[in-house]
């Protein structure tokens, strides 16, 4: 869903992050709500679900940054439009529930991801997972925190020694750019890769040290756009899989880990693969 609006800039750090948080704090209210209740979910594809939960929450968020920046832009995940949505801003980048089918089976690691884009480039980032109450913030240039406290990437020095995260793309029973070449070559190199489910939580983790390296495919920006920055406000390195910096929120890869690992997996996924995507649709 995207609501194009006049052109303002007119923000400061402190009210990003004010509303923000007001508004992760209603949807997770709602999708707590929805966890401890029951839900139903329905399929957007044979593998891809969405429940009323990620419906009321993407509503309500919307709701709370249109009344306190009513010339802004939204793009979130639920109604979104299509490939190629311009994310020069000023522009809000929600995914209201990160997770669905982790929740939609009650395994209990979900989150809401709020990022906001201005002059295409990502300033502001929120990432909260309502049932560990954790909060992940990061502004432009001041670093990255976790329920206040700040936080940096693992200082692990190889693959070897890494604990990675990945996940696997909807569309994985039919296509061969499915991310099985790179999970298998990462099992064997590395300590132990886990997944997760919800990429902006791998994110998070990255950021905060959890995990030392995160790689995933066909992503869309709603995934990305909040954890790339916290990654890098926490000293960590994040690109493409050609080493390009993310500049490009639709181009459906990430890799992002500490600096040392970052360089280690880049040389690995391209000897594993040459450029892999036309960009997904």
């Given at each position: 869903?995207?609501?194009?609006?006049?052109?303002?800039?007119?923000?400061?750090?402190?009210?990003?992050?004010?509303?923000?948080?007001?508004?992760?704090?209603?949807?997770?209210?709602?999708?707590?709500?929805?966890?401890?209740?029951?839900?139903?979910?329905?399929?957007?594809?044979?593998?891809?679900?969405?429940?009323?939960?990620?419906?009321?929450?993407?509503?309500?968020?919307?709701?709370?940054?249109?009344?306190?920046?009513?010339?802004?832009?939204?793009?979130?995940?639920?109604?979104?439009?299509?490939?190629?949505e311009s994310l020069e801003g000023p522009i809000?980048?929600?995914?209201?529930?990160?997770?669905?089918?982790?929740?939609?089976?009650?395994?209990?690691?979900?989150?809401?991801?709020?990022?906001?884009?201005?002059?295409?480039?990502?300033?502001?980032?929120?990432?909260?997972?309502?049932?560990?109450?954790?909060?992940?913030?990061?502004?432009?240039?001041?670093?990255?925190?976790?329920?206040?406290?700040?936080?940096?990437?693992?200082?692990?020095?190889?693959?070897?020694?890494?604990?990675?995260?990945?996940?696997?793309?909807?569309?994985?029973?039919?296509?061969?750019?499915?991310?099985?070449?790179?999970?298998?070559?990462?099992e064997m190199a590395a300590m132990c890769v886990?997944?997760?489910?919800?990429?902006?939580?791998?994110?998070?983790?990255?950021?905060?040290?959890?995990?030392?390296?995160?790689?995933?495919?066909?992503?869309?920006?709603?995934?990305?756009?909040?954890?790339?920055?916290?990654?890098?406000?926490?000293?960590?390195?994040?690109?493409?899989?050609?080493?390009?910096?993310?500049?490009?929120?639709?181009?459906?890869?990430?890799?992002?880990?500490?600096?040392?690992?970052?360089?280690?997996?880049?040389?690995?996924?391209?000897?594993?693969?040459?450029?892999?995507?036309?960009?997904?649709?």
């Amino acid at each position: 869903m995207t609501l194009t609006k006049q052109h303002s800039a007119q923000y400061s750090s402190s009210e990003l992050e004010s509303v923000a948080r007001q508004a992760a704090e209603k949807a997770s209210a709602i999708i707590k709500n929805y966890y401890e209740s029951g839900l139903v979910a329905r399929h957007k594809g044979a593998i891809d679900l969405v429940t009323k939960a990620d419906e009321e929450s993407q509503k309500a968020i919307v709701e709370i940054l249109q009344t306190h920046f009513p010339d802004h832009h939204i793009l979130a995940e639920e109604g979104a439009l299509g490939h190629g949505e311009s994310l020069e801003g000023p522009i809000w980048v929600v995914d209201p529930l990160d997770g669905t089918t982790n929740f939609a089976h009650g395994f209990p690691l979900f989150a809401v991801s709020i990022g906001f884009r201005d002059q295409g480039v990502t300033k502001f980032g929120l990432i909260h997972v309502p049932l560990l109450n954790e909060w992940f913030v990061a502004h432009k240039g001041q670093g990255a925190r976790l329920n206040g406290r700040s936080i940096s990437v693992s200082s692990v020095p190889s693959v070897d020694q890494s604990l990675l995260a990945t996940g696997f793309p909807y569309d994985r029973r039919n296509s061969p750019v499915n991310n099985l070449n790179y999970f298998c070559h990462f099992e064997m190199a590395a300590m132990c890769v886990r997944r997760a489910g919800a990429a902006a939580v791998d994110l998070a983790y990255t950021a905060c040290g959890r995990f030392d390296g995160f790689w995933e495919l066909k992503l869309s920006p709603w995934d990305v756009c909040a954890g790339a920055l916290l990654v890098e406000e926490a000293g960590g390195k994040v690109s493409e899989f050609q080493g390009k910096p993310l500049d490009d929120l639709w181009c459906g890869e990430v890799l992002a880990a500490n600096p040392s690992v970052h360089k280690e997996m880049l040389h690995d996924i391209q000897a594993i693969h040459k450029p892999l995507l036309p960009p997904f649709e």
